[in-house]
T-cell receptor
Framework: QQQVKQSPQSLIVQKGGISIINCAYENTAFDYFPWYQQFPGKGPALLIAIRPDVSEKKEGRFTISFNKSAKQFSLHIMDSQPGDSATYFC???????????FGKGTRLSVIA | DGGITQSPKYLFRKEGQNVTLSCEQNLNHDAMYWYRQDPGQGLRLIYY???????QKGDIAEGYSVSREKKESFPLTVTSAQKNPTAFYLC?????????????????FGAGSRLTVL
């Protein structure tokens, strides 16, 4: 049973373009939605996170959009750069003590 | 610098052998986790521990064992009962998130251990 569905599996974007990765969740008790970035051979690192009482969170070129009624959230990377090429994971949890549930990941390639 | 240290980074073993992966953290985090990463499968939870001397099974615990005798350490043993042990193993710990809001847990990951069973 996959609780967090992520798409697309891979994405190629031109330098300067917008990268968009989508996630959908099933458990309405989830109240914490982070995105992690992973470079090859490294562990993932927290990129940005949101709670469901806001519809958008922006940090620099990275924005999370959250739609509670649709149970969906997405990551937008503005002005995508080759250095953004990595695998991105969305995740969800019930804040407090439950472990994160991860999506399957999106491999992003930003080409010049 | 605070962080998580996983060792070894690469490990080769023959089928039927048990192998133990080390994970040490100096972040003073209470909770620690083990995830397995396979291509196209995302991160799947093996075991997690919220306090010393206590741990819970994750989604794919079969063929694995853990211990949590110290707050700083959470070793994972891949036993011969694990049918497909070749994978990238990630250890993580969690503490309160000051960047987003109090009460949320942020996972800090180690650099991973790549296990290949020949």
């Amino acid at each position: 049973q996959q609780q967090v569905k992520q798409s697309p599996q891979s994405l190629i974007v031109q330098k300067g373009g917008i990268s968009i990765i989508n996630c959908a969740y099933e458990n309405t008790a989830f109240d914490y939605f982070p995105w992690y970035q992973q470079f090859p051979g490294k562990g993932p690192a927290l990129l940005i996170a949101i709670r469901p009482d806001v519809s958008e969170k922006k940090e620099g070129r990275f924005t999370i959009s959250f739609n509670k009624s649709a149970k969906q959230f997405s990551l937008h990377i503005m002005d995508s750069q080759p250095g953004d090429s990595a695998t991105y994971f969305c995740a969800a949890s019930i804040s407090g003590n439950t472990p994160l549930v991860f999506g399957k990941g999106t491999r992003l390639s930003v080409i010049a | 610098d605070g962080g998580i240290t996983q060792s070894p980074k690469y490990l080769f073993r023959k089928e039927g052998q048990n192998v133990t992966l080390s994970c040490e953290q100096n972040l003073n985090h209470d909770a620690m986790y083990w995830y397995r990463q396979d291509p196209g499968q995302g991160l799947r939870l093996i075991y997690y521990s919220q306090i010393v001397n206590d741990f819970q099974k994750g989604d794919i615990a079969e063929g694995y064992s853990v211990s949590r005798e110290k707050k700083e350490s959470f070793p994972l043993t891949v036993t011969s009962a694990q049918k497909n042990p070749t994978a990238f193993y990630l250890c993580a710990s969690s503490g309160w998130d000051r960047r987003t809001y109090s009460g949320a847990n942020v996972l800090t990951f180690g650099a991973g251990s790549r296990l290949t069973v020949l």
